[in-house]
């Protein structure tokens, strides 16, 4: 009998649609609420996406999975409640909730590092909304609208114990040809995804709450397109063309797909050749993902950048790292082609609120803001002191590409200026592993309110000195002496002046953004000691 391994995961919703993501043991059709699809097969796995159409808008109804007519989800036993598909009213302007974070390391059987990494603050927070939902009488009145998974879903190259030794059992890791104990193929990334994603309270909640999700670097490696320096480096590498093409597709199977609503993903050229192939796929994947590889560094290329419309509040979310232009000349977080995208879309109202998800910060603490940007100014004049201490101190955020930073800047400046503004824009951030609230201030005053709100990670852990250097980072004495040194080396005035109106605050932990009408609220939650969620702060955003 066809087993689920994975899944079921529930992605983008409409008003009247909803797509259903599952990996399976063979080659079976997927049905879901009477709709239903054929799986298609990468490097011998078997993957489906079900889009279940004619649905009643703003309706909340449990659903089950079957694998050629036989039951496989909900699983037998395991004490969770019904996975439940809640499609969008056609006019939401009531509460909407929007759960973030990112940075997810996967539980291991490791007691010694479990305990240094904490509780998963994702996972408690599933265990609360099992809690909730069971209790409800109406589940909808208490599932968020969307889970917003903001980079780092998995590492691989940061791998746990239990995978070390799976590698081991599968390959030699110490052939100097191969990446060692790095993952090396589509096949190992998919164990990183099963690892990632298999445990009861984690699954229950993909299958529940709509995701979406973005890429950052330790879903390809650490410093993933940080400079032309690292690419060059890594291009060295013998098994570095094996291990981009199979990141990047088995990103597009795992992640994307889902992103995208039923008409988009219809219209993509590729999506259709891999519906109609006989047999595997993997090297349309891979002729694919050279391709989006290769055209880093170039004015245009392959769009990962995506909207979800959720009636007037919209999620942008961006593609922040293989997007990039890495000439020396014309360094650039975000190629024009993508930018214009994101331009055109964050300008296509009215909105009560514009949402932007991008993995990486745009309003660092201002110091640090400052530090980005003058070793890019270095590194652009050759500097080695100055690329070595980007890669050793992960220099690589927003304002590490000061034009791409002035560029975002006069998007939500222009957005936030306009006469139908939205009541704020939101710029949805993971990485640093802390959280933090600023609200951005432009010489001019807008009518919206601007915000940077930042939650890492969901579970990891930061070195203790970090915790001094991030609130360093925040004092305005040091910021102002960096302003100095930065118009002396002619980098000019930044174009908006920011500070925090809440955190730093270091440890595990979730945010939720609450938006009702055209009024905000943000909620920070981190993992207590004893497990469970305290919450560290209410902000009210407008």
Known sequence: MTSLELGPLLRHVGTTTATIWVETSASCTVEVLGASAPTFEVCGQHYALVVVDGLEPGTCRSYEVRLDGELVWPLEGTGTPPSYLRTRAEDSTGRLRFVFGSCRYPPTDDPELEASLGIDALDAFAVRLMDEVADAEDPATVLPDALCLLGDQVYADEITPRTEQWIR??????????????????????????????????????????????????????????????????????????????????????????????????????????READGDVYELLADFAARADAEVGQPTGVRWSYRWDLGRTRLLMVDTRCARVLNADDRLMINDHSFAWIEESAADGPLDHLLLG?????????????????????????????????????????PAFRASFDRLADLIRG??????????????????????????????PVRSRVYQLTCSPVRNGVPWFMEYVFALGWWRRLTGALNRVSRAAGLG??????????????????????????????RVERSGARGGLEEVAQLPLT
């Open 358 to 398: 991008s993995s990486i910060p745009w309003l660092m603490p201002p110091a640090v803001s400052h530090v980005q940007s003058l070793d890019e100014w270095a590194a652009a004049r050759g500097s080695r002191l100055a690329e070595t201490v980007r890669q050793a101190v992960d220099l690589e955020h927003w």
């Open 169 to 274: 059992d599968h390959r030699d890791p110490e052939d100097p040809e191969g990446p060692g104990l790095e993952i090396a193929d589509f096949g190992e990334y998919s164990h990183l995804y099963s690892e990632s994603w298999s445990d009861r309270e984690l699954r229950w909640l993909l299958s529940t709450v709509p995701t979406a999700m973005i890429f950052d670097d330790h879903d390809v490696r650490d410093d993933w397109n940080t400079s032309q320096v690292w690419r060059d480096q890594m291009a060295a590498k013998p098994w570095w063309p094996q291990r981009i093409r199979a990141g990047l597709a088995s990103y597009w199977v795992y992640q994307h797909l889902g992103n995208l609503d039923p008409e988009t993903r219809g219209a993509d050229p590729l999506y259709r050749k891999v």
């Open 415 to 444: 957005v936030a200026s306009g006469p139908s503004a939205p009541a704020t824009v939101c710029v949805l951030s993971g990485d640093v592993h802390h959280s933090y609230a600023a609200e951005a201030r432009w010489p001019s």
């Open 493 to 522: 005035d930044l174009p908006l002046d920011w500070s925090t109106i809440g955190g730093p605050w270091f440890g595990n932990a979730v945010s939720t953004l609450e938006v009702t009408g055209r009024d905000a609220r943000l």
